[in-house]
């Protein structure tokens, strides 16, 4: 978790990010191994003093905490009885006065003023609204799972993380296969589960191994996971890792099957080649229909007359009562930054909401306001980018408190969340 999204929860409110801050652990350093076994290079948790510098300045150091756990935090922040589990919304029915959302199995549909699409890669908010075709297979499949501590592994209070394969500087470039294997922070009911194993792998090196992925399969709901047995994901990933190190290919061997969740990465197009700093990406195979082309400023609202012309209707984020946010708008590496801009949108969203009130010309201004800082946070990324195209995207903007009610101000303070930090 970098300093963009500790500043956004820190503008949910402080309590937030200081539950955040107490479950989480700080980086340790990464030891990178090549796929023979030895040891590459040992990167320190903080490998400059221009790093340093950074942490010093904005208080905001990189921080490590599972997925389940953010998610429970933020669960635990919101008034009771406001998540509903087990049901998936099916469509929506607009009118002038709001949208009626229909869902699976026998919960009943429901009124609203507004629609957040939040529904992950395959949004189905996303295809009704907008019905601009699936987000782009990059030709990468991904297996993860977490595990608790074993003898041969890191040691558990100070071992640094490995990082699997030849590849460098990052191995996430759609060409080689890698593995990453680091500690997490945890909440009391999972602690003994405090570490995580990621493996990923082309597409081309899948089918080498004989492992079947359609990249297009219609059962595949969301980012975790798709159907062929409680054991299908383990096997595969042993099956195409099966000459990785065995300091990391014990450990996988060794994870309970029904943990372990396989999936493809996929990309929305902003405009630019956001697939890789140093490479382009693969080819997506041909689908039996054609979807319609996203325009090459594809995201970006110029102004509220535009969503009246065709061309403005491709572009937004959403129409009339409907918007998106996370990856349902702008599917991204899982490099950290895809939670990141998730909690960033949620933030801006909330705060257009509360100058403007619950109308669709907040949901218009947030969807100006957004484009620019997420296609620059895709081009930048954070694992190649220079230290003051860190500092300028990742430490200095900050956002406006929501935790402190404010009223909706005139001239140009009123139409941005993010403003830059003075330290």
């Known amino acids: 978790m970098q300093a963009n999204v500790q500043h956004a929860l820190e503008a949910i409110h402080p309590k937030l990010l200081k539950k955040f801050e107490t479950h989480s652990i700080k980086s340790r350093g ?6 023979d076994g030895t040891c590459d290079v040992s990167i320190p948790a903080v490998s400059s003093g221009t790093d340093q510098e ?30 509903h589990f087990d049901t998936q919304v099916t469509h929506y029915e607009e009118d002038e006065e709001g949208v009626t959302v229909h869902f699976s199995g026998k919960t009943p549909p429901r009124r609203a003023k507004l629609l957040v699409g939040a529904d992950g890669y395959f949004s189905k908010v996303r295809t009704q609204c907008l019905d601009d075709g699936p987000p782009d297979f990059v030709g990468t499949v991904m297996w993860r799972a977490r595990v608790p501590w074993s003898e041969g592994m890191p040691h558990p209070h100070t071992g640094p993380a490995r990082l699997f394969g030849n590849a460098r500087p990052w191995p996430l470039d759609h ?12 909440l009391e009911d999972t602690k003994d589960r405090s570490w995580c194993w990621v493996l990923s792998a082309p597409i081309e090196l899948l089918r080498a191994a004989g492992v079947a992925f359609d990249p297009q399969a219609k059962d595949m709901k969301s980012l975790q996971g798709e159907s062929g047995g409680r054991d299908s994901a383990l096997r595969n990933a042993k099956q195409v890792f099966i000459d990785f190190p065995d300091s990391i290919m014990d450990i996988v061997r060794s994870t309970n099957p029904s943990t372990v969740t396989q999936h493809g990465l996929y990309m929305r197009d902003l405009g630019h080649n956001q697939y890789s700093p140093t490479s382009a990406p693969p080819s997506t195979p041909k689908q039996e229909t054609p979807t319609k082309p996203m325009s090459k ?35 991204t590496i899982p490099n950290g930054q895809g939670l990141s801009l998730a909690i960033e949108d949620a933030v801006v969203l ?23 800082r997420v296609k620059a946070i895709h ?15 990742l430490f200095k903007p900050y956002f406006k408190p929501l935790w402190r009610q404010q009223s909706p101000q005139d001239g140009q303070s009123s139409k941005h969340c993010i403003v830059n930090f003075d330290p």
């Open 30 to 35: 990464v030891d990178m191994i090549l796929e």
């Open 175 to 186: 060409k080689s296969r890698f593995g990453m294997l680091f500690k997490i922070g945890t």
């Open 350 to 372: 909330a705060w257009h909401l509360q100058q403007q009130g619950v109308c669709q010309s907040a949901l218009r201004s947030y969807e100006k306001e957004r484009p620019p």
């Open 379 to 393: 081009e930048k990324g954070t694992d190649s980018a220079t230290p003051e195209d860190r500092e300028g995207l």
């Open 297 to 331: 400023s594809s995201a970006v609202v110029h102004d509220d007359s535009s969503l009246e012309s065709k061309e403005g209707k491709d572009e937004a984020w959403g129409k009339g009562c409907v918007t998106l946010l996370g990856d349902a708008a702008h599917a």
């Open 54 to 83: 950074l942490f010093d300045k904005y208080g905001k150091a990189p921080l490590l905490l599972g997925w389940h756990e953010i998610r429970q935090l933020l669960f635990d922040h919101l008034p009771d009885g406001i998540v």
